[in-house]
C-alpha cells in the first residue's frame, strides 16, 4: 500500500494505492456526509452528469488503520497541476466547481473545500476527484470555500488574463491560491473597478488585509458571525460565475493567426514525418505517449487517433491554448492533455517534503515519447549537452522517436548565427550520446535531410 502524497491534509480521509488500483478512505470525520449525501444520490447525479469522478465501495482490510468506508476510483490517466494548464482549462475548471454549487446548495449540500488540485482531466472532460469535498450545507452560512476559490480560479485567470499569461507560473510559489493583493496589484486599474471583479477581488482583498489586522475580533465571543440565506448565496454562485465566463485571455501569438485550423500536412516531409509517427505507434501500441515539443498537436492527434493516452507539453501557452479548446473538446482529441511547460526547466516536486504535487519525472514513465524538432532548441537555446538530453529522456520513457537536424539545416544556422562559441552538435556525437542510454531500433531520412530516429530504452 502507498499512501498518496497529495491527499494527506483532509481529516475525513485520503487516497492511497494498493496493487495498481485507486482507492479512497474515509475517516470518522467525513462519516456523516459521505453517507448524507449517498442518501440523497448526489454522488450518482453527479456522476451520471459526467461532473465528478466514479467510486464504488470496496473491501478495506488493506486499508490504513482506522478506515470506516473504503471507496475504490477508476486510475487517472495523468495528474497535473494548474501551473502547467492552459488558460481555459482552468477557466473551466472554475465553472465546474460553480456549476455543481449550483447543483449542490438546493439540496442543502456545497462544496466545503475549493482547491484547483480537486480537478483532473479524463476522457469525459474534466472531473471533481475529491469525494470528501462535498458536505452538508450549515443553515444560514456564507460559503466557507468562497477565499478559496477566488485565489484558487479567479485571481490567477484575472491576471493571466489582464496582465500577462505567465503569471500562470506563479502557482510555482503560490501553490495554496494566488494572494488577492498581489493579483490586484497587477491588474490593470480600469479592470479593478469592474463591477463583478471589483466585489470578488478588489473589495475582497480589502476585506482580506483588514481581517488580518483585527485578528483579536476571532477571540470576541461577542462577534457576531455573518449569516447568509440560501437565496444569497446563490446570488454569489451566479455573480463568480458570470465573473469568470467574462474573463477572457487575447490572445496575441502568431500560433493564432497562422493555425486557426489545425495544420494539414502540406508538405512532403511533414507528410513523411506523420506517417512514421503512424508507424512506430503501430508497431508499439503505447497506451501513454509524452508530445515533448508538441507545438500545435498535429503528432498528438495521431497518436490520440490510435488509442493511446497523450500529454503535449509545449512552452508556448499559445499552443496549448489551442490543443485545449480546438482539438482535446473533439471527439477524436479527448484523450489529449495539452500541458505548458519550459522543458529546460520542467515541473519539479512541490509542497510538503516536495513531495505534495509531483515533479514530470515522477509521474512517468511514458510507454513513448516523441521529441520531433525539440533537441536542436535544448542544445543551441538552453545549453544543454545532447548526452544528458538523452539521459533525461530515458528517464521519462521506455521508447523514443527523436528528431535529428543536421548542423546545415536552416533553423540550427539561425540559432547559432549570434552565438560565438561552439557547441558540440553533430550526427556522431548525437549517436554517441543516446546509445549510451538507447538501441537505435530504425531510421528515416526526410526529404528535407532531417532523421528520424526510433530508440528503446536499454
Not at 491527499?7 to 475525513?12: A, E, L, Q, T, V
Request: with cysteine.
Amino acid at each position: 500500500m502507498a499512501v498518496e502524497t497529495g491527499s494527506f491534509r483532509d481529516p475525513s480521509g485520503q487516497v492511497f494505492i494498493y496493487n495498481k488500483k485507486i482507492y479512497r478512505c474515509i475517516y470518522q470525520p467525513g462519516l456523516k456526509d459521505y453517507h448524507l449525501a449517498s442518501e440523497k444520490s448526489i454522488y450518482d447525479d453527479l456522476i451520471q452528469k459526467q461532473m465528478m469522478i466514479n467510486h464504488t465501495e470496496a473491501n478495506f482490510e488493506f486499508a490504513p488503520d482506522a478506515t470506516e468506508i473504503c471507496l475504490e476510483h477508476p486510475r487517472l490517466p495523468f495528474i497535473s497541476y494548474p501551473w502547467e494548464w492552459s488558460f481555459s482549462m482552468l477557466k473551466d475548471a472554475a465553472l465546474l466547481h460553480l456549476q455543481i454549487m449550483e447543483y449542490l446548495i438546493p439540496k442543502g449540500f456545497w462544496l466545503r473545500d475549493a482547491s484547483v488540485f480537486n480537478t483532473q482531466y479524463s476522457d469525459t472532460g474534466l472531473l471533481l476527484i475529491d469525494t470528501l469535498s462535498i458536505g452538508e450545507k450549515p443553515p444560514q452560512s456564507p460559503w466557507v470555500a468562497y477565499s478559496q476559490f477566488c485565489s484558487h480560479f479567479l485571481a490567477p485567470l484575472a491576471t493571466a488574463a489582464y496582465c500577462d499569461i505567465r503569471t500562470m507560473g506563479l502557482w510555482r510559489n503560490y501553490i495554496d491560491g494566488f494572494p488577492l493583493d498581489l493579483a490586484v496589484k497587477m491588474i490593470p486599474f480600469y479592470k479593478k473597478f469592474s463591477p463583478r471583479l471589483f466585489m470578488h477581488l478588489t473589495l475582497h482583498a480589502q476585506f482580506q488585509k483588514k481581517a488580518d489586522q483585527k485578528k483579536d475580533l476571532l477571540l470576541d465571543k461577542k462577534h457576531k458571525k455573518p449569516s447568509m440565506n440560501e437565496l444569497s448565496l446563490i446570488g454569489i454562485i451566479n455573480s463568480l460565475k458570470k465573473c469568470i465566463t467574462n474573463i477572457n485571455w487575447k490572445k496575441n501569438s502568431k500560433i493564432w493567426a497562422s493555425y486557426d485550423d489545425i495544420r494539414t500536412y502540406d508538405t512532403d516531409d511533414i507528410k513523411e514525418k506523420a506517417d512514421y509517427i503512424r508507424t512506430a505507434i503501430k508497431k508499439l501500441s503505447p497506451s501513454m505517449v509524452w508530445d515533448l515539443g508538441g507545438n500545435t498537436g498535429e503528432f498528438s492527434l495521431i497518436a490520440a487517433e490510435k488509442g493511446a493516452w497523450v500529454i503535449s507539453i509545449d512552452g508556448d501557452p499559445a499552443c496549448t491554448e489551442l490543443i485545449y479548446t480546438k482539438i482535446t473538446k473533439t471527439q477524436n482529441g479527448k484523450r489529449i492533455i495539452p500541458l505548458t511547460m519550459d522543458l529546460a526547466n520542467p515541473s519539479g516536486g512541490l509542497g510538503w517534503e516536495n513531495k505534495e504535487r509531483l515533479s514530470l519525472n515522477q509521474r512517468g514513465p511514458a510507454d513513448l515519447l516523441l521529441a520531433l524538432a525539440l533537441i536542436h532548441h535544448l542544445v543551441f537555446s538552453a545549453n544543454i549537452p545532447l548526452e544528458r538530453i538523452a539521459g533525461w529522456f530515458a528517464s521519462l520513457c521506455e521508447n523514443l522517436v527523436v528528431e535529428f537536424m543536421p548542423p546545415e539545416d536552416p533553423m540550427i544556422k539561425k540559432l547559432v548565427q549570434n552565438r560565438p562559441e561552439h557547441l558540440p552538435y553533430t550526427l556522431d556525437i548525437f549517436k554517441s550520446g543516446f546509445g549510451k542510454y538507447f538501441e537505435f531500433c530504425d531510421q528515416k531520412i526526410l526529404q528535407n535531410k532531417r532523421i528520424l530516429f526510433l530508440c528503446k530504452k536499454k
